[in-house]
């Protein structure tokens, strides 16, 4: 079994995600430096050797614990001696991490992976033509350009019949980030205002998503990565167990800065895990992830329709990874880390099971 490697570091998110037809992925205020410093603080616990850019950072500080994702940033953290590079931040074909790819090992996806699937509606194609059961959208924006379905000034009563769509409606940004900018309208005149202030708000682009709202029970599945370590006999992409989201609001999951997921999130019982209807939705998610080529842990969230059918309404190829270590951080357990302790798994389990991952 090989250990895990020597000489880490972490990235923050630094560098901007770019704009791709029309649309943005507004960055995390904090750029992830939260979950940056509890992986960082949790796995020298564990005695993994990180590198800081602060030689003693503060364990209650989010400062000092990881390293900006800028070509700076990545430079600094190498002649600081690191030979691994977590990429805890929004990866993008062109992110100054890739001319390190082969150079240096990574905990993380490839960020062409990311770019591709990080658009929600080039992921939900995808997946739907692979035989995956996803949410219906259609993509509107201000002027009829692009990429676009429909503009805002066409959007009416009949398009959506056309498009098979009903209220009441979700409106989501293309390329999201948790619950941001996600709203769930009643009317076509809530519609019309929540796209055209969202739009001019500029902070997701030109173009959103419509989508059915899902009235259901609402789960969320992380997909792990296949051992390259070999240690564990998991040969390929597999599922920790189901976790269900509850106490919405206004019909959406709130951000978990916000409001922890611990308060609002419950692992499944393994009765429940064992309905046929929730096997196969685990099973839908595997050969999702096995679809995208997932190198490192990726969540999926999955809502019932009005007939109770689980449908994927989103893909995640950056997970939180918050968890407790730190002083103040008790609560901050990531849904990944919820499902995983459901298997006996403790968050530095989980991260030294990522950090076996690591790929180059």
Known sequence: MRPPQP?????????????RD??????????????????????????????TPDPSPAPASDAGWTFPDTETGIADAIQAGASTLWANTVLFSGHPLEPWLGRVRIVGQLPATVDRYDDKAVANQELHDA????????????????????????????????????????????????????????????????????ISGGEFGSTLM???????????????????SESTGQTRHWCLPPVRRFNHHHGVAPYNGTVA????????????????????LLDSCRRAAVHIGARAPIRIDCRQDAAGVYRVFDVNLKPNMTGPGRPGREDQLSLSGMAAAATGMTYIDLLTAMLRNAWD
Do not use: C, W
């Open 261 to 280: 997921v611990v308060h609002n999130s419950a692992v499944l019982s393994e009765e429940e895990q064992a309905h046929p209807a929730m096997r196969d």
């Open 7 to 19: 000489n880490l570091a972490i990235l923050h998110q630094a560098t901007p995600p770019l704009e």
């Open 131 to 198: 035989g995956i059961t996803v949410v219906r959208h259609l993509l509107v924006s201000g002027t009829q350009k692009g990429r676009s379905d429909v503009s805002l000034d066409a959007l009416d009563a009949a398009f959506l019949t056309h498009a098979r769509l009903a209220f009441p409606l979700v409106v989501k940004p293309i390329r999201g980030r948790g619950s941001s900018g996600v709203a769930v309208v009643d009317d076509l005149g809530a519609l019309h205002a929540t796209v055209a202030v969202t």
């Open 22 to 51: 029309g649309v943005v992925k507004a960055p995390k205020p904090g750029g992830y430096r939260d979950s940056g410093a509890d992986i960082a603080f949790a796995l020298r616990q564990a005695g993994v050797h990180v590198v």
């Open 210 to 228: 419509i989508e059915p709202f899902l009235p259901g029970e609402e789960v969320t599945i992380t997909v792990m990565a296949p051992d390259r």
